[in-house]
């Protein structure tokens, strides 16, 4: 997770913070509820010993505050931004992703591309399974104006068909994509099936399911199509008959 990997980055050489830096950190986290009074107790975190928790301070106001008041939650960033440019950069993420407000991915500074795609992404899972290809191009067309992406954008539409097309039951159906209206949405159509299929076969052959040869299981299946022969042949070759690739399945029947 994106916020994860930032606190990585800023407790790195950052030594265990003092007790009282800790203590105000908890302070805060019960008073969410009240947000002033939690950003109160957040200030008295000394940023310049303990930055992480003066970051994830701020961040925990931002994520219980962005669905409902994305204006205090954004309080919280503007607080950061002094302190840390980076830290605040995720904190305006945090409240695109808890508001939806594409608005908010303009501050997220190094962040600004994967906030805008993840508020698309978010926006397609919410989408009906079954949206045909024609679906995609009406509700992808609001969506992606919505997190602040370019019509225009290749990686922006070939994100959208690839949650629809993941969410879909088998057979893959790929020559779908021949009913989009123009050739840049059949293309993107086409790559988005293309990389499900890729994550199908990954997903069966650490299962052990045998795809070597034959036909292939039902989870993996998909409509005849040129282009995913290729792919099923070169992968075939590659990795499928493969038993150094075949890795177990994940413990506790995890999906």
Known sequence: MLTLWTLGLLTACEPPPPPDDRGAHAEALALLATPTEALAACRTIDSTRAPSLAADCRWAIAEALAPDDPAGAGAACADLTALNSLAAEECWFIVAEGSGDGAACDKAGRFEQDCRMHLLTRAALRWPRDLSVTGVAVKG???????????????????????????????????????????????????????????????????????????????????????????????????????????????????
């Open 141 to 255: 067309l609001d969506a992606i104006n919505a997190a602040g992406l370019s019509s225009d954008d290749q990686d922006a539409w070939m994100a959208a068909y690839r949650v629809t097309a993941a969410r879909q039951p088998p057979p893959l159906d790929r020559p779908a994509c021949l009913v989009a209206l123009t050739r840049g949405l059949r293309e993107a159509c086409q790559a988005a099936a293309e990389g499900v299929f890729h994550d199908r076969l990954n997903r069966a052959r650490d299962r052990g399911m045998d795809l070597c040869e034959g036909e292939l299981p039902d989870q993996v299946a998909y409509v005849p199509d040129a282009a995913l022969d290729r792919i099923l042949a070169e992968r075939r070759a590659a990795d499928l008959c493969d038993p150094d690739a075949v890795r177990p399945p994940p413990p506790n029947g995890a999906p």
